[in-house]
């Protein structure tokens, strides 16, 4: 099993190595509660089931002043643990982004970029800053993770992360690889769209909003989109993502199990689709 | 009357799991090094409990099994949102009721300088939302 979309700033060797984190943590994330070692982090991968995660980081330098958690931490723990797989990030507006990038695929290994808009306050559709990164990716040939719909962060603003947005980015840059997290809820019909539309966009599962995970997603799935337009249009395209730490990883997988799915489809969604999207070769029964 | 404590810690492996702590807590009280008085454990989460049983593997699962049926996990419980205080989700309102029906501590009393116990008590550290790192004290009133 892969999950796509997990950020480890809540593991304490992190802030343990840069304090900052914790201020970084509370103020721009809204996370709140204490990190946790490396080692009860990989006990929860265990018990969720979990092969493989993809850790992520957000670099807020421009609007927030720090950045959660850094390329260079993210190189380190991939290091530390082959179970993990490395996203860069880097500001959009800094002059540097494209410099920064290149070094954290080429340098580091990581293997895509997640942009949140809705933390690092850009506009998806900006030509002048956006648009040489997403060029860069396709070069690169890596995709993109955008944070979609509602951010959790109590400066976040969700407008930003509107999935409708990225449309022309989608049709301008038709090779890229675009993965829109939580099925970008509350716009879940916007990323709906752009999912039976185009084969190059990826939704990702962690739709947390009220209830418990498998109440929100049997909401956003079952109810919103239909369990048979899954399977009609989506079964290629739907990636498991936690969205770790926001909710215990386990919970997104009973949340999936829960759906009760055909389990070709829920073996596409907990390992296959992230798999051939991530380029990942055998070794893995998923 | 003096007091000692102790703070131990461990890491569950578990989403739920029975862990025999019985040992550690010998060795807190011998450390502790008094001859009279009272041994408390408490647990320091709402998540996990503290219980006393016979040592046997059966007894064990069935005391997870029974948590499970109290307070099962697909039920529409209140404590299912997202806690501002926190910055997570709190999704896992059957685990804080497993632990109230569990208890988060437990007594035995200390005599001659050696806890009472009765020959088939073994202490556990029940982890009800693992896997975690946990706390739970070990504290000697006495003299």
Known sequence: MIDLHSNPIHIRELSDQDPKLLDYANRIYGLKSSPHSLESHLHQLDVAGIDKAVIMPIDCTTVHGGKLVTNEQISWLLEKCDRFIGFASVDPRDPDALKNLEKAVKEYGLIGLKLDASLQQFDVTNEEYAYPLY???TELNIPILFHGGMSWSPIGIA?????????????????????????????????????????????????????????????????????????????????????????????????????????????????????RLLSLSGGMDG | ??????????????????????????????????????????????TSGITVNEGLPDIEQDILEMLHRIAPRKHNYRHARFLHSDGQMAV???????????????????????????????????????PLHREYVVHVLGE
């Open chain 1, 135 to 137: 060029q860069l990716c």
């Open chain 1, 159 to 275: 407008e930003l992360s509107n999935p409708i947005k990225l449309e022309t980015v989608i049709q301008t840059f038709p090779s890229l690889k675009v993965i829109i997290s939580q099925f970008g809820w509350p716009w879940v019909q916007e990323a709906f769209m752009l999912g039976i539309k185009y084969k190059n966009v990826f939704l990702e599962t962690s739709i947390l909003f009220s209830g418990t995970p498998s109440d929100s997603v049997r909401q956003v799935l079952a109810e919103q989109i239909g369990i048979a337009n899954l399977y009609r249009s989506l079964s290629e395209q739907i990636v498991f993502g936690s969205n770790t730490p926001r909710v215990d990883p386990k919970r997104l997988v009973w949340a999936i199990e829960d759906l009760e799915l055909d389990k070709k489809l829920e073996k596409k969604i907990f390992y296959k689709n992230a798999a």
């Open chain 2, 92 to 130: 896992n309102g059957y685990s804080h009721l497993r632990s109230a029906v569990l208890g988060k501590d437990t007594i035995f009393p200390l005599h001659d300088g050696k806890m009472v116990m009765g020959s088939r008590q073994t202490i556990y550290f029940v982890e009800m939302d693992g």
């Open chain 2, 1 to 46: 009357m003096k007091s000692f404590l102790k703070t131990i810690s461990l890491h569950s492996k578990e989403d739920m799991e029975i862990i025999d702590i019985t040992q550690e807590i010998l060795d807190a009280v011998q450390e502790a090094g008094f001859d009279l008085g009272t041994v408390h454990i408490m647990t320091k989460h709402t």
